[in-house]
Structure formats: structure tokens, C-alpha cells
């Protein structure tokens, strides 16, 4: 009899051990629903690099809690509908714990309630969904890229008229909003609002339309190729407009400082003019991101990266707070964390704050000579 029971709890460590050893070697799943292809491509591709990147670092240190991490990527092709299977697929197939998804903001948004019934966090480079009780943004006030514009326009220019061009994803309407709303504030008016579609070919009747109303500037709201364009509509009509545009991948904007010079401003992060900052937490959180980084992609643009690897990283965080990687634990643990110092700024969340940056990062820059600089 006693042999018997000594066998049974014999056997039970034996299971309980094996038991342990297998979820200890369960890969912690990070799910990326990104626009590889399709408008969002550029900064998309840069964002999960990034995210891809933190991972590896922590992974070569043994992961978070022993645990490994790994990615699981899908392509939403920068379409909201696409997003929407995508994450289903990495929710009831992959069973991945936690999503750090792209910019595609109209397709977070589309899946945020089935993640968020499926209690997985999600931290996303883009804005938030309405559903935000499970989704934190990197991404800080979409007013920020705004008011950096006008500050310069009223500090370093003569300007106050400018026109709003935009395109119709939620983030580029939110900007929209936000120029119509607070331009006045700095002494701006705005004379034209004309919007655009990411395929458009061609932008010179909505550039004219600007130009007519007297405008100075153009303040250009929206990603991809179609920077570009407005520049050389601009250079085709001789216009004397400035063109000020969002945040995107230096990629795409080197030709189009070619085309403009002088007459092109973009407003930057941190991490895109490195080098102009002082020695402090800032740029030590930055050259921590930068090192690795710049060993796999060299001189590539490390701003939507940056952001990329503050997902993980306060993922990470969140983890290891709350010693647990079960996603309600997550989820509250991300709800805590105060002045954590990122790439592009610092986090400071809290049960009503899911957007962690509060102080605005950005500069404004140019490109001038092939070299990033910020603008006097």
C-alpha cells in the first residue's frame, strides 16, 4: 500500500516537472497585423522590423521570465476588411497572446472588439480604437504632428494662411480636425481643406485650389507615395507654397526633397535626428534601440522601428510587473506603468490613459544635402 502511494506521488512530481519544463518552453506569442503591402508598406514593413528586433534582444538575454518570445505576422494589405481576418486567423489558429500591430488604424479598429473578447492586449502604432479597455497606442496625440507645424509656420515664418490636404484614413480625418480646430491658436488660417485618395496620380487641382485661396504652405496629412506627387505638382505649377508633411519613413521623402529643397519641411521623431540630442535618458533609450538595429538594417530609418520596439518592450515590462503572462494580468499591468523612458518619449499610462505619451516629441525637419537636420 505504501509502495503503491510512494509510486503515485513519485509519478506526479515526474508529471508536474515535465508539466512545468513544456510551459516554460511555450514561446510567448506577439501577433502583428501590418500593411506589408498597399499604402502602410513603408512604415508597416519598419514597424514590425522593429518589433522583430526587440525580440531578438530579449531572446538572446532569455527572453522575459524564461519564457521566448516569437512573431506572428500577417499581411493585412493596408485594408481594414483584410485586417479583420488576418486577426481572426492569429486569434483561432496562431493563439497568439498579444497583439503589437501596425498603423492601419481603420483596421485595428475593425478587430478591436473580437480581440478584446478574447482578452488579448493589443499595443498598436496607431490610434486607438473606440473598444480601448484592451488597446494601448505608441503613438502619441495626433494633434502633436499638427501643432509642431503651425509653431514653426508662426516662429520661423511669415505665413498664416495654409491649406489642409488629406487623405480619408481615420488618423489623416483626426489631424484634419484637429488643423480646423486649433489653427487660430497660432495665429494660422486655414483656407483650403481638399482631400485626396492614396491611388491618386495626381494632386494639382486640389494644389490650385490652395494656391488660389492664398495659401503659403501646405500642410499634407497622410503616408506614401503620394508625397511625392504633390511634389512634383507643386514644381509644375511653379508654386511658391512650402509643402509641411506628416510623419513617414525617410525613404520617402529623400526624393522628395530633391524635387522641393528648401521648400520641404516634415515633422520628425526622435530617433530620425539621433545625433541633435543631448546625453540624457532620451537618447541613451534610443541608442539601446539604434545599436541593434543599425547592426541589422544600417542606415534605414528607425522611427516607426523605434515605436515597434516600445511595444515589446512595454509588453515586457508589463510581464514582468505583474510576474504573469495571462492576458488580463497584462493588460492591468500595462495600466501602470508611469515614466517609462522610450524611443520616442516617455510612458505614462493609467486605467484612463492607453495613449502613454502626454509631452510632445517631435521637431520639425528637413533634408537638406542629402542629410536629415532639424529645421532653423
Given at each position: 500500500m505504501?509502495?503503491?502511494?510512494h509510486?503515485l ?8 516537472a ?18 506589408l503591402?498597399?499604402?502602410?508598406a ?28 516569437e ?5 493585412n ?6 485586417a ?41 502604432c496607431?490610434?486607438l ?26 516662429d ?20 484634419k ?7 487660430a ?9 481638399e482631400?485626396?485618395?492614396q491611388?491618386?496620380?495626381?494632386l494639382?487641382?486640389q494644389?490650385s ?12 496629412i497622410?503616408l506614401?507615395g ?5 511634389a512634383?505638382?507643386l ?7 512650402l ?7 525617410l525613404?520617402?521623402f ?5 524635387v522641393l529643397?528648401d ?7 526622435p530617433?530620425q535626428?539621433?545625433e ?12 539601446q ?26 509588453a515586457?515590462?508589463a ?27 516617455v510612458?505614462?499610462?493609467s486605467?484612463?490613459q ?8 517631435f ?11 532639424i529645421?532653423?
Open positions: 505504501f509502495q503503491a502511494k509510486q506521488i513519485a509519478g506526479l512530481v515526474v508529471a508536474l515535465f508539466a512545468g519544463a513544456a510551459q516554460a518552453q511555450e514561446t510567448y506569442k506577439i501577433g502583428i497585423s501590418a500593411g503591402t498597399g499604402y502602410a513603408t512604415v508597416d514593413r519598419a514597424w514590425s522590423d522593429g518589433v522583430q528586433t526587440a525580440v531578438d534582444v530579449l531572446n538572446e538575454k532569455g527572453g522575459v521570465m524564461g519564457r521566448k518570445l512573431v506572428v505576422i500577417e499581411d494589405r493596408s485594408n481594414p476588411q483584410e479583420v481576418t488576418v486577426y481572426r486567423k492569429m486569434v483561432s489558429s496562431d493563439q497568439v497572446n498579444l497583439f503589437s500591430s501596425g498603423c492601419v488604424s481603420a483596421g485595428n479598429a475593425a478587430a478591436a472588439p473580437m480581440v478584446a473578447k478574447s482578452e488579448i492586449p493589443m499595443i498598436l496607431s490610434i480604437p473606440k473598444d480601448v479597455e484592451w488597446a494601448f497606442t505608441t503613438l502619441p496625440p495626433a494633434g502633436f504632428e499638427i501643432e509642431k507645424r503651425f509653431e514653426y509656420l508662426r520661423k515664418t511669415q505665413i498664416r494662411k495654409v491649406g489642409v490636404l488629406h487623405d480619408p484614413t481615420p488618423y489623416a480625418l483626426l489631424q480636425d484637429v488643423a480646423q480646430k486649433v489653427a491658436k497660432y495665429g494660422i488660417e486655414v483656407v483650403s481643406t482631400a485626396y485618395k491611388e491618386d496620380a495626381d494639382s487641382v494644389l485650389k490652395m494656391q488660389s485661396a492664398g495659401a503659403g504652405a501646405v500642410m499634407k497622410g506614401g503620394t508625397t511625392l506627387t504633390a512634383k505638382n514644381k509644375q505649377l511653379d508654386s511658391p507654397m509643402l509641411l508633411t506628416s510623419l513617414e519613413d525613404a520617402v529623400k526624393p522628395v526633397a530633391e529643397g521648400k520641404f519641411f516634415f515633422v520628425a521623431s530617433s535626428v539621433f541633435a540630442y543631448p546625453d540624457g535618458p532620451l537618447k541613451t533609450a534610443i541608442g534601440f539604434l545599436d541593434p538595429w543599425k547592426k541589422k538594417f544600417g542606415d534605414r530609418d528607425p522611427n516607426w522601428a523605434s515605436r515597434g520596439w516600445d511595444s515589446v518592450m512595454l515586457a515590462k510581464i514582468e510587473t505583474g510576474k504573469s503572462f495571462e492576458g488580463q494580468a497584462v493588460r492591468e499591468n500595462l495600466e501602470k506603468i508611469t515614466g517609462f523612458q522610450g524611443t520616442t518619449g510612458y505614462d499610462m486605467p484612463t492607453h495613449q502613454g505619451i502626454s509631452s510632445n516629441p521637431v520639425v525637419a528637413q533634408i537638406i544635402d542629402g542629410q536629415v537636420r529645421a532653423q
